[in-house]
Nanobody, 121 residues
Framework: QVQLVESGGGLVQAGGSLRLSCAAS????????MAWFRQAPGKEREFVAA????????YYARSVNGRFSISRDNAKNTVYLQMNSLKPEDTAVYYC??????????????WGQGTQVTVSS
């Protein structure tokens, strides 16, 4: 069992930056991929970014490519999402996820509680 806890969300103006963190605890001994998804009110959950255990495979959604950067610190069991040039369209609840393979599909084994990101115009 793995617990994921996101942090770093908040309110920011368009063009600003935020860095989200997701700390994993529990049985995290094996190699695992991590990812970020988001869900805005009235919209489907969408993929944001994913990263493999060794950070060799990294994927971004087209909507955030070039603006967001995903990284991880395995010693801390933590994944980060650096969000730059934020747009109002980025407003959503951001969820951290972990699983055996980095994928754009929401087929991960564990999910965090989510952290709200609000970008004002």
């Amino acid at each position: 069992q793995v617990q994921l806890v996101e942090s770093g969300g908040g309110l920011v103006q368009a063009g600003g930056s935020l860095r989200l963190s997701c700390a994993a605890s529990g049985r995290t001994r094996s190699r695992y991929a991590m990812a970020w998804f988001r869900q805005a009110p009235g919209k489907e959950r969408e993929f944001v970014a994913a990263i493999s255990w060794g950070s060799h495979n990294i994927y971004y959604a087209r909507s955030v490519n070039g603006r967001f950067s995903i990284s991880r610190d395995n010693a801390k069991n933590t994944v980060y999402l650096q969000m730059n040039s934020l747009k109002p369209e980025d407003t959503a609840v951001y969820y951290c996820a972990s699983g055996p393979v980095a994928t754009t599909d929401p087929k991960y084994d564990y999910w965090g509680q989510g952290t709200q990101v609000t970008v004002s115009s």
